[in-house]
């Protein structure tokens, strides 16, 4: 009987995948060239290395002081050590990097482009974080501000019962069928967090168009707990496969592969708090918008 150590005199890596093999050789008596033709079928890919080299990147950023040349050479060294993640095609600093977490985490303002490979730890936990505009004409942009802050929620937590907005059945739906959305924890946030903007460098902006005088409400914000949640699972999910796949690589740059099962619904459960994003600038915007009795010429 074939068993786990004869495996590794051979050569094989162990892993979980020993089990499921070791069951199938014994069960069909297979030994020899069969064996290892069959070991070939089941084996875990090779590992990937880090690419021996630093991967070229553009740089759309200059310092004017001894300080953000400082901040630009830290940048510049997180990237370098990027560069060598093994999806990467190429990258580039924009004008208001800065550094993001230990050496070798993309910056604020760093742009990299992979094949095949969805890195949750570059699109961060605050997903599709966005703005929304909504072109309110000449009502006076003092009562829209006092609207706004009647309508708006900032900091911790949702909304309380009675001035929540209904989470659209398609939403509802699309995380329900979704293994990263579909928790009972993600799907009270879905309805509990729309409407709300979280804390940070998030706002909501009142003001006046320069070239048309008409009044612009503004709002930023990201996907709340509902991205939060599901980037916390995606990297969990990467990090699996970084160990299998190239431990080299920093645990902030694992990846889910596009083409497994795990990438394709990541990249579906994404598209999903994409949407969610929208509907919650949006939810802001009507409901301000209809207090007003006003109508929306234009939106962004």
Not at 67 to 84: F, K
Not at 106 to 130: E, K, L, Y
Not at 229 to 238: D, E, F, I, P, Q
């Amino acid at each position: 009987m074939t068993n786990g150590k004869d495996l590794l005199d051979l050569g094989f890596k162990s892993g979980k995948w020993f089990k499921e093999a070791l069951e199938h050789i014994n069960a069909h008596g297979l030994s020899g060239e069969p064996m290892l033709a069959y070991l070939d079928t089941v084996k875990p890919p090779a590992e990937i290395p880090l690419l021996p080299a630093p991967l070229p990147f553009y740089e759309n950023i200059s310092a004017s002081s001894v300080v953000e040349q400082q901040n630009i050479d830290y940048v510049r060294a997180s990237m370098r050590l990027l560069m060598r993640t093994p999806t990467v095609v190429t990258g580039a600093i924009m004008p208001d990097a800065c550094p993001a977490g230990p050496p070798g985490t993309i910056p604020v303002g760093g742009v990299v482009v992979t094949r095949n490979a969805i890195h949750p730890g570059m699109h961060s936990a605050d997903i599709c974080c966005s703005l929304m505009l909504s072109n309110l004409g000449k009502t006076d942009p003092k009562k829209v501000l006092d609207v706004a802050q009647q309508v708006t929620h900032f900091g911790p937590g949702g909304r309380p019962p009675e001035r929540r907005y209904e989470l659209p059945a398609d939403i509802r739906a699309e995380m329900q069928a979704n293994p990263f959305l579909d928790t009972e924890k993600s799907l009270a946030l879905a309805h509990e967090q729309l409407g709300t903007q979280g804390d940070g460098n998030h706002f909501l902006y009142v003001g006046i168009s320069r070239n048309t005088g008409d009044t612009m409400l503004v709002t930023h914000h990201g996907s709340r707990g509902v991205g939060a949640r599901l980037y916390t699972a995606g990297m969990k999910v990467a990090e699996r496969f970084r160990q299998q796949l190239s431990p080299e690589t920093a645990p902030a740059n694992a990846w889910l592969p596009t083409d497994s099962p795990e990438g394709e619904a990541y990249w579906q459960a994404l598209q999903t708090v994409r949407k969610w994003t929208k509907h919650n600038h949006l939810c802001l915007h009507e409901d301000i918008a209809q207090r007003l009795a006003v109508p929306v010429q234009q939106r962004y």
